[in-house]
């Protein structure tokens, strides 16, 4: 009986490291269309404050409709994750 795999994790790639969420916004609008796919409070580890605080996970979908007039059977292989500090406002993308 075969072993059963597990699928390979996607390395992220990284956009923007802890800049203001004003910048943040703009680099966001530049991207595809997309809709937030999950979201969670996780751990901060964007920025660089020693008090245990939490920071906003959000992993975006593409919800383009140009993606969808391509491939009908299945989903667009596009994703990004965002992540918010809660505090300061920073967001990593």
């Known amino acids: 009986?075969?072993?059963?795999?597990?699928?390979?994790?996607?390395?992220?790639?990284?956009f923007a490291s802890a800049m203001p969420l004003t910048e943040?916004?703009?680099?966001?609008?530049?991207?595809?269309?997309y809709r937030v796919?999950?979201?969670n409070l996780a751990p901060?580890?964007?920025?660089m404050l020693p008090t245990p605080h939490s920071m906003r996970v959000q992993r975006l979908r593409c919800s383009c409709t140009a993606c969808t007039d391509v491939t009908t059977l299945e989903k667009c292989p596009w994703?990004?994750?965002?992540?918010r500090c809660q505090l300061q406002s920073f967001v990593t993308v």
């Open 1 to 14: 009986m075969p072993l059963a795999t597990t699928p390979q994790r996607h390395p992220w790639q990284l």
């Open 24 to 33: 943040a916004q703009t680099l966001l609008t530049q991207l595809k269309k």
């Open 37 to 39: 796919d999950k979201s």
């Open 44 to 47: 901060c580890n964007v920025c």
């Open 79 to 83: 994703r990004a994750r965002v992540l």
